[in-house]
């Protein structure tokens, strides 16, 4: 028995109805953690090569980390895969929340959920106890109202659930899972997975406190980042007032050209500043909530009464990526209907970066005349008209007219449309690229080619953290990173800070801590030490990212996903024809240099990135060359 753990993972198979648990051993928990670590594990071990995303046989996890579920900040998170049917490959996603950190309580560390179904239904799990119910009623229901009917059916208020709507029914491969109605475990299509399942929704509930090997440790780091996050090396102070998306990191990043714009074919913005948490604030008002244990308080709510579109305070408000998803790279300045298209999403359970690479995809393919009216179903669909967008939200949703061509991402409604419309699919493995850019942030580039999960903008450090002295330096110096480099550097220094932080991002994501958190990799090995009683250290912690990206990478292969994949737009390639990266493009001799040496660096075969050997026994899966 690990300490802090529950040291149970809770199996169900929807076709059979059979429930189980699992006990794993603490080398298990050593040597995989928990998240990342234990989807990597199950999808290697447990799915059959080839097996359709949308079949019985995948697998869909709910990994918690073991700081799950304590009194932590940054605490309430869980890691959500399954074989994409976005990208073929591995879907990870995390989310916040109550849901993660009640699953803990409720006595695991994890669920893994296989089979389908019969019916729809929904899995109620309370203090260790499972129930498969009916959903047939639930079945074409919201998220919202999905989460009030089973809240009034079980008698209980605030339940913490993890639930698809009508997006994640249909299939869409765009689709999410959203955890407690506003929180998206976003990425890969997981909601498509859930849907596959009959599974309309997962309730939970827990109270079973974790115990620590050392509790007055344990309470005195909590307490300690309770009390400082506002002066820690990191974001927090600024999104602790605002949130995500203010006007120094939209309206700044406009001035250096990191903000997206109409699918990334140009590089400025005229109206950043109104799209805006700043403007957001000042015109419509929102408040702020928090995750379990944390004083960060991100999360944005939004209600809007009085303006163009009605939304309700119950689905949340837009964050970074949704007010440039739905923002610049829509070429919408429209604040109302940005946080309108953000309660869709949540909704109908669509992944807001996707859903918005992918409409960003068709207006530009509209503007081209690759896409005629006749297309659309009469819908004018050009970059700035927010009533467009919003159309093609639910007919995306409801695999609708041309949303039904869309629902399954940009690069297979290329390949249907044909004409050249795979030039503007901007995504990497089938995954649309989140929203920063590659060609400022050329080590994230690297990373966005090159990561599991498709173009994931947490897989690694930003580089432009790390240009000169400060705090985006003192927090990798730790890692062997002595000397600022630029943003566009893809020398073997900035390859190697590059893997470094990769490794600390599946450590975090396999521990799992919030990105918004500051905690530097020491406190969080210090933080498991206290939890568990182990004699952990930076380098197991090292160990253990590394361990979990080869992994990743590994599934990949088998399923078919070779170095050819590992490959950004063209776009991406030319510079913008306005704002501060005009004249300014990835070099592509420069960028497949980088691939090359990340695969040396990594212990992959520098051509074909497929890990040796000799690597996957260092780390200690020799087992998953079979």
Known sequence: MVKGLANRILRVDLSSGRVW????????????????????????????????????????????????????????????????????????????????YELKRAGFDALVVQGKAEHPVYLWINNGAVAIKDASHLWGQTVLATQDAIE????????????????????????????????????????????????????????????????????????????????????????????????????????????????????HFDNAAMITTDALRDTYGYETEACPACPVRCKKVVGLENSSYKVDRRNGGPEYETLAAFGSFLGIDDLAAICRANELCGLYSLDTISLGGTIAFAMECFEKGILKPEDTGGI?????????????????????????????????????????????????????????????????GLMYSIAANGADHGSTGHDALFTQEGRGMDAVRSLGSLDPLPANDLSTAKVDRVKNLHFVRNFTDSLIT??????????????????????????????????????????????????????LPERFFSPTPRGALKGTAIDPEAMNRAKRTFYTLMGWDPVTGVPTQEKLEELGIGWVAQ
């Open 21 to 100: 648990i699992e006990e794993p051993d603490e080398l298990f928990y050593r040597r995989y953690l928990g998240g990342a670590g234990i989807l990597g594990y199950y999808l290697l071990k447990e799915l059959k090569a080839g097996v359709d995303p949308l079949a019985p046989e995948n697998i869909l996890v709910f990994a918690n980390g073991p700081i799950t579920g304590t009194p932590m900040p940054g605490g309430a998170r869980l890691c959500v895969g399954a074989k994409s049917p976005l990208s073929g490959g591995m879907a990870k996603s995390e989310a916040g929340g109550h849901f993660g």
């Open 514 to 567: 919030c990105n918004f958190v500051p905690w530097t990799l020491r406190q969080q090995v210090e933080m498991l030490r206290a939890l568990t009683g182990w004699d952990y250290t930076d380098f197991e912690a090292l160990r253990l990212g590394e361990r979990v990206a080869t992994m990743a990478r590994v599934f990949n292969l088998r399923e078919g996903l070779t170095a050819a994949d590992d490959q």
């Open 152 to 267: 009034t059916e079980l008698g209980e208020k605030r339940l913490p659930t993890a639930a698809i709507g009508p997006a994640g029914e249909n299939l869409a491969a765009i689709s999410c899972i959203m955890t407690d109605v506003r929180n998206a475990a976003g990425r890969g299509g997981l909601g498509a997975v859930m849907g596959s399942k009959n599974l309309k929704c997962i309730a939970v509930k827990g109270k079973t406190k974790p115990q620590e090997a050392d509790p007055d440790k344990y309470r005195e780091m909590a307490r300690w980042m309770s009390h400082n996050f506002m002066k820690a090396v990191g974001m927090a102070a600024s999104i602790h007032k605002v949130g995500t998306g203010s006007a120094a990191s939209m309206v700044g990043g406009n001035a250096i050209g990191n903000l997206p714009v109409r699918n990334w074919s140009d590089g």
């Open 380 to 444: 004018d669909l050009r970059f700035g008209n927010a009533d467009a967008m919003l159309e093609m939200i639910g007919l995306i949703a409801h695999r609708q007219g041309i949303g039904d061509i869309l629902a399954d991402g940009s690069r297979r409604a290329a390949q249907r449309i044909g004409r050249g419309a795979i030039e503007l699919s901007m995504q990497v493995k089938g995954v649309e690229i989140a929203m920063h850019e590659p060609r400022l942030k050329q080590g994230l």
